[in-house]
Each structure stands twice: as C-alpha cells, then as structure tokens.
C-alpha cells in the first residue's frame, strides 16, 4: 500500500492505492491562502504541514510518495527547522521587476525557463535578502521530506529541481553561473536525486505534480485542470517561444527525460474568485450548472490575468479582463466565461506544440462534464477523462511502486461543435486576449 501525499496550493490530498492503483483510503485538508500585498501569494510551512498530518491522519501504508505544488519556495533554519518567513507560492508576483531585468536567452538555454516570478530563483534571491544563518532552502516535497525524516534529509528530485531557474537541465544539477547571479550559495541547496529514488524514512518516490500526472499518463499530452492548468507531454523535442522546457519523472537506472510544459495560472482559481470575491456562486460546482442554462456566451470573455498571464504570454504585469458586459449580462454568464476560458488557454498552449491527435485530461476541474465537452469542441480533437481525477497522487505511487505504465483512462468527450464554430467562439477569445495584453500596466513600454 503507497500513500500518496498530494500537497496542493489549496489543500492536501491522501490517497492509499494498492499496485494496481486502486483506491483504499483518502484524506483531505485544506491549506489557507495568505494574501498580504496585491499581488503577493504565501503559504504558513506550519500550516502546510499541518494540513499534510491531517490528510494522512489514521491511513494505513508501506511507503511514502509525494507530489506537490512547485516553485513555491521555502526557508528554514538548518539547526532548529524553523521557517524564517512564510513560504512564496508559486502565484506571488512581487519580483516581476527582477526578472525584467534577466536575460532571457541566458535562463532558456540553461533551464528551459523563461525569466518570470512563478519560478523558486527570484523568490529565494528576495529572502536572502532578508535573512541569514545556517538556512536550508526547499520547495515543498523538501519541507515535506525535511519533516518526515526529522531533518535528517535535505532533498529534492529532478522535476521540482528544475522549476527552480537554478537547475541546469542539461546536467540537472545546480548551475554555478545560476547561483552566482542570484547570490545564491549552493549550501543552502538541497541535495537532487531522481524522482523514484529512496529518500528515507519509506519515502520512495517524489515528482512535482504536473510531472507526476504526466507520469501516470504514460507521458502523453495531458492536461491537469485544478487552480492552474497545465499542459505536458514528454519529448526530447527543442520548444517554441512560450512553451517550457523541463525535467520528466525518471525511474532509478533510466535516462534522463524531457518534457514540453505549458503553464496556465488561473482556471479553477477563477472559479474561486467568482465565489469568495464576487460572491456570484455559492459553490464552483455551481459554475457547470449555469453554464448549461445558457445557449451561448452572449459574448461575454473573460481573460482571468488575476496573476499576470503565464504561457504563452509570459507577462507578469497582465491584468484580468471581462469583455461583452450589456444590460442582459448575468452571473451566469460570467460562470461560463470563467469555464471558457480554461478551454481557450489550453488551446492557447497547445497550439505553440505540435499537433495532438488526443488530450488526457486529470485534475479536479476534470469533474465538469462541460467544461470537458467544450475543451474537446475548442480543440477539436478527443479529450480522454483520467478514472481517477487524482492523477498527480497516481503519477507519485506508480514512481513509489517503480512501474512506468499509463494509470486506466474514462470517459472519452468527442468534438461536437463545428470547426467554424469553435474557431469563431476563439476569435472572440483572442480579442479579448489582445485588449488585455494592450491596456496592462507596461504595455507602451513593449
């Protein structure tokens, strides 16, 4: 039996699976979500841990796996195990003007990355900045890893190494010149290992989360719908601008592997800002059921830059915006356009990455049967709904059992919708698109 640790942006998920990734147990809590400047987004590591120690409370199991929310960077005191700050998710902008000043060439040809606060590097720069001592830096499998090993390991895998913009994806090991720029000393660092190596204490498997669903989809393109969306498939093959490069989940004894990464910051999260800030729907289950009492979108577009907007823009300073607003307008209509939009940026995505033939999507958005249909009708293309919406808990335990197969698949959406119809519901979208990128704060300075 593998417990499966799940650590999400917004909550931790157990699951207990047998080796044939059956379900035996589950566990759940929620992580609270601090917001202490606009546009700063932070985590208590207490209250992360805590949220773990709930999820898993009274399951039963062999071994460890842990997937986790990436680039969400930590820091703690070496000696007492203290975090000296809370953590920086993943989401927090507050060094967008850092990374203007990066030479992006540079970070691309060494990481994969393009020079943007979402990545560990500014993040971690900012706090050194701030604090001194014997300190450990982490994203959160090596807090995880850290607390379950009473301190006695300090370590992270290849993937979560590689979101960091201090990981050379060539090597994937620390990169001096990296460091150097952002005055980083690698003590602080943690030790990298492959994703299903033992990291003690029954650990035997880590995989940031996109990297683990990719793992459970047999390395196919997928997409995991949940705050974010997020787009990969495993290949070896060069990126085009805006599409990612990074590490892909490797059994011990493999070769190092690659994948195509797309990263969409805000869907589900969306959703969340039409229930907590507008308060427009009591529950985001609400969201299908009034997108099916529409017959269209009234054109009505919403782009939700509420983090600035991730591929295949990349611009931090973006600003969300809703257009087609008339008297006739109603929270029902915001609902969908908050549902299109999810479909409009992974097509988005996609399109900057070679022609796909079927999507597997996972993740708890996975849940709205219309946002599948409609992801299947904006693409064209068959989405293949994962058995298990949990696909990154999966993607961790099949690394812990060290078996390289695709988890078993369910429900198939087929396109429905014409291919004028979708492309002209596109279009609107990406005039919408452009209004956004043309009124954000430093657009006349591009």
């Known amino acids: 039996m593998i417990l499966a640790i799940d650590q999400g942006t917004t909550a931790t998920t157990c699951l207990v699976v047998d080796e044939e990734l059956n379900v035996h147990g589950r566990g759940y809590a929620e992580l609270p979500q601090h917001f202490p400047q606009p546009g700063w987004v932070e985590h208590d590591p207490h209250e992360i841990w805590r949220s773990v120690q709930q999820a898993m409370d009274g399951l039963s199991y062999d071994a460890i796996a842990i997937t986790n929310q990436r680039e969400t960077t930590l820091l703690w005191d070496r000696g007492t195990g203290?975090?000296?700050?809370?953590?920086?998710?993943?989401?927090?902008?507050?060094?967008?003007?850092?990374?203007?000043?990066?030479?992006?060439?540079?970070?691309?040809?060494?990481?994969?990355?393009?020079?943007?606060?979402?990545?560990?590097?500014?993040?971690?720069?900012?706090?050194?900045?701030?604090y001194e001592g014997d300190l450990a830096f982490g994203t959160v499998d090596s807090w995880l890893v850290w607390k379950l090993t009473d301190g006695a390991v300090h370590a992270t895998d290849e993937t979560n190494a590689s979101r960091t913009m201090l990981c050379s994806l060539e090597t994937l090991d620390w990169d001096d010149e990296l460091l150097e720029l952002f005055s980083i000393p690698r003590e602080v660092l943690p030790e990298i290992r492959p994703s299903g190596a033992d990291f003690g204490a029954g650990i035997r498997g880590i995989a940031g989360d996109q990297q683990a669903a990719l793992f459970a989809a047999g390395g196919a393109a997928k997409a995991t719908y949940g705050t974010g969306a997020f787009v990969l498939v495993e290949t070896d093959r060069d990126a085009e601008p805006g599409v990612l490069r990074t590490a892909a989940a490797r059994l011990p004894g493999e070769q190092p592997r690659r994948a195509l990464e797309g990263a969409v910051f805000v869907t589900g999260a969306a959703v969340q800002w039409l229930r907590d800030g507008l308060s427009l729907i009591d529950d985001p289950r609400m969201a299908e059921e009034l997108a099916t009492q529409l017959p269209d979108n009234g054109g009505v577009y919403f782009v939700p830059a509420l983090t600035g907007l991730g591929s295949p823009h990349w611009r931090p300073d973006a600003r969300g915006l809703i257009t087609g607003l008339t008297r006739g307008t109603t929270h029902a209509h915001l609902a969908r356009a908050a549902l299109e939009a999810t479909a409009y940026q992974v097509r988005d995505v996609l399109e900057t990455m070679a022609p796909i033939e079927l999507l597997r999507a996972d993740g708890g958005m996975t849940r709205n049967r219309w946002l599948m249909q409609f992801q299947a009708d904006v693409l064209g293309v068959p989405v293949e709904?994962?058995?298990?919406?949990e696909q990154t808990a999966l993607g961790a335990a099949l690394l812990a059992l060290g078996e390289r197969r695709a988890s078993p698949a369910g429900e198939l959406f087929e396109p429905r919708m014409s291919r004028d119809q979708a492309d002209s519901l596109y279009s609107g979208w990406r005039e919408a698109l452009a209004r956004t990128l043309s009124s954000s704060p430093h657009a006349a300075q591009r």
């Open 82 to 130: 203290e975090p000296l700050s809370n953590a920086i998710v993943w989401q927090d902008r507050r060094t967008a003007d850092r990374c203007a000043e990066l030479d992006a060439d540079f970070i691309r040809k060494r990481t994969g990355l393009v020079p943007d606060p979402y990545f560990s590097a500014t993040k971690l720069e900012w706090l050194l900045q701030r």
């Open 385 to 389: 709904k994962a058995r298990e919406p």
